[in-house]
């Protein structure tokens, strides 16, 4: 299969990617599109930048129009879960591009803004829901959208899920979804628990799996500086001066540092802007937008806030801190080097980040580079293989240490032409044959998972 044609997609769907500049389907694409138009349930792993979104939102937009029917009101016909607004915007924002010549209804639901109209578009019903989980219950809560009616449901970057604290929330979601549904569920990485969370909720599902598990893509070429004894904010300066430097995005581990470098940036008179989780909404899309049309060349970010930055023309990743989990390093560098190009990824390292270093380097290789001396008797960032201490917050999601603060109370994410074809008013079909054994044999466990997470903590 060289085009998406032949993948099985409808014309209209086919001529929306071809206007977008695509003529060639990714290996993900090609693999996950015909088992997803097959409906079978799917794990992906694939690393960020190869096309996974386009994988799952094609076959979606292309059985909407296939399926000729209406959603009620208050209900979505597929659910797309993202652990934060940004990346819950992007595929928002393809689903658009790819349905613009279908009369598909889609709406965003995130935290950072008021409801009302978030509740007006639900009240509609809608063909495709993107959210976030804990803005999602909030609605479901007060009966703003109801979940009887979906009939597919993608869990996107799972992994990430986990880290902020959501499994519990996503668990409570899939427990209110009909039996008879698709669910498709993509991760960078498979840890234990979301392979639990997929044994649990996922029938016989297909795993496509197109990139090593934990593994950058090839066409990022990672380098390390010793940062010892010297001053890092000026290393970055230094870097974002003399390398050709089309747009970087640069992590600090903390919101604070976040604010301090882009700080330093400007006076140093670099382009520059801070996106993390105390920032408003508002400020988030002003400054994302910035570094888009290229108003801004560096964007300084935590690694929270940074997911969902799906921009091309990212040539460098620049890590001033190295991440406490070696698998969001992984994340971070997966920035760069998309749509079939090239990147680099530079990554800072004092003599205190060593552990860290080592954790990293056990994950993805050796990383070429210099690295500071260990220096006898001193302490270095503990690696212990528990993840930070995370507080759950009342939409599912989490408090993190100081040094991974960017999910807080009031800032985690809780919170074109007619279509062919006449459509009616979807109707609850029940339970299909080929759940029937399978919802049987985990109806128990399901019950249980539903009754222990039912409570939101406070």
Known sequence: MTNFT????DEAIVRAVSDAGYSAPTPIQKAGIPVLLDGHDVIGIAQTGTGKTAAFVLPLLHKILMSHTRPEANSCGALILAPTRELAAQIHDNIRLYGKYLNVTSSLVVGGVKPHKQIKALARGLDILVATPGRLEDHESTGAVRLDQTSAVVLDEADQMLDMGFIPAIRRILGKLPSKRQTILLSATMPKQIRGLAHDFLYKPREIAV?????PIEKIEQRLMSSAGQNKRQMLVDILNNEPIERAIVFSRTKHGANKIAQHLEKSGLTAAAIHGNKSQGQRVKALAAFKDGSIKTLVATDIAARGIDIDDVSHVINIDLPEV?????????????????????????????????????????????????VKGTETVSTSKKRPNRNRNRGGGARTASTQTDATPQNAEKKGNAKPGQRTKRRNTGSSPRRAANNNAQSGRRNTNSSSSNRRSA
């Open 6 to 9: 032949d993948l099985g997609l």
């Open 211 to 215: 990139t090593p598990v934990s593994k």
């Open 326 to 374: 070696p698998e969001v390093y992984v994340h971070r560098i997966g920035r760069t080097a998309r749509a079939g190009k090239s990147g680099v990824a530079i990554s800072f390292c004092s003599e205190t980040e060593l552990d860290l270093l080592k954790a990293i380097e056990k994950l993805v290789g050796r990383i070429g580079g210099t690295r500071p001396e260990p």
